[in-house]
């Protein structure tokens, strides 16, 4: 077990200061995050305010073994300084315990849990110290005390696909209407070979389940109703079922690109009463839906045991644009599971915007059309 320790971090800066003899150019990399720095070419000739004082002597004694507090070596710029110890904060982690409670085949309270990670501090220095111009960043691991297989029998056992959008820019309804729709999504668990529908757990739209007037499309116009904004919520959910290889059963594209949904061809709307999205869980296990939204980011996170399935994408791809916002997109799925090959292919048709609502292309322009000419 370990703590991460913020004095690290500063450890980390003045050591940086002190590095003698380093190449004018590295690479730290950890997993998919990178990190360019570079020296800047000039011998230290004196202390900074960042690296005065009583507490550089002790640290550099601790590291190098060396008293002198006054090295001539190379100096890392300030902000590749920065540039590290932000990497570092964003890796170092406590390990936690996974949670799940359940109620009525419903989870109200889930935590996946984490295994714990910190920066070894002094193995980094050490390959600082080297010509090597990558270094992979050691990272010290600790497992966590609870795994989420132990909370549960019904085969929840890790991560299996994430569905992601964004819906920067959007209004206050709007934004609101996003979050209580996920809400309504979270903690369902779907049974081996059970359908899920969209409109079934959405239930009721209206200002008793707490939705606001926002703008919705519909064969009139784009008009305010209650709820606008959930295709959002149904758009991300398609996303992360795609992700995970799950048979769609129902799905339809929008009337027009709308520009929170792009790329084009990754969506799906839907209008209790009339339009679903639906697929089956055709996993071993039972799977567990969960939401999120960090900022303007909505994550449907799919939560079950994996099977040997692999998913491959073709697209989305988008033709026939028009300068009138009109166009048409093409999303193909392959997934491979038992040695069969399953192929899904969905199409989009998008109309003019103009069409539903006139100042539409002004305002929420589609960034996928092509320019007028």
Known sequence: MFTSCPKKILVLAVVLLLTPTLSLAKTIQFKDKFREVETAGSDITSLSVRNEGPLLAVIRREITGVGDPRPSGKLFPSSDITSIEEMVQAINQEPKAARLTIEKTRAIEFDPGQDGQVVDMHQLYQSLLSPLSTINLPVLTSQSPVKLAQTNSLGINELVASGESNFSGSSKN?????????????????????????????????????????????????VPEFGGGLCQVSSTTFRATMNAGLP??????????????APQGTDATIYPGFTDLKFVNNLSSDMLIWTRVEGTKLFFDFYGTKDDRTVEFDGPTQYDKKSDGSMKAAWTRRVRLNGAVTEQVFKSTYLPPALFYPVEQATTPNPQAIEPT
């Open 248 to 261: 769609i059963t129902e799905r339809r594209n929008h009337s027009f690109a709308v520009k929170y949904y």
């Open 174 to 222: 709007r934004s609101h209407n996003i979050k209580v729709g996920a809400a309504k999504f979270n903690g369902i668990i779907l049974k081996p070979g059970e359908e899920f529908s969209f409109n079934k757990f959405l239930g009721d739209v209206d200002a008793k389940n707490g939705f606001l007037p926002e703008l919705v499309i519909k064969r009139t116009g784009v």
